[in-house]
């Protein structure tokens, strides 16, 4: 994950979003403005494809830190339909906010 777009703001952040077949995972912290400290987020579950729709399936949740409460959800049953654009390098998952994460491809 290289960025996130939010409130048309381009937030830097640090995290990996992990697919495998029909599973996915996320760990990201995102920095406080003018604090030294972060929040973070650590998400997983299930997802579909159908053409650039992609849906998360969410069923554990993680978050808190720098002025976020701390949420734990065991149970989840959040489901999030995005518009996606992907190339061969960079994945741009536009959400329902409004947000837009921007995650390119790890190679070594």
């Known amino acids: 994950m290289e960025s996130y777009v939010c409130n048309g703001e381009v937030v830097s952040l640090t995290g990996v979003l992990l697919m495998t077949e029909r599973r996915w995972s996320t760990l990201y912290f995102v920095p406080q403005p003018g604090a030294n400290e972060c929040w973070g987020s650590a998400e997983s579950g299930r997802y579909d494809v159908k053409g ?14 720098g002025d976020k409460k701390l949420m734990i959800d065991l149970a989840s049953t959040t489901v999030e339909r995005c518009t996606v654009v992907l ?22």
């Open 52 to 65: 650039d729709q992609l849906t998360f399936h969410h069923e554990f949740t993680f978050q808190g830190g």
């Open 87 to 108: 190339t061969s390098e960079i994945l741009k998952i536009h959400f329902p906010s409004g947000n837009v994460i921007h995650c390119r491809r790890y190679s070594e």
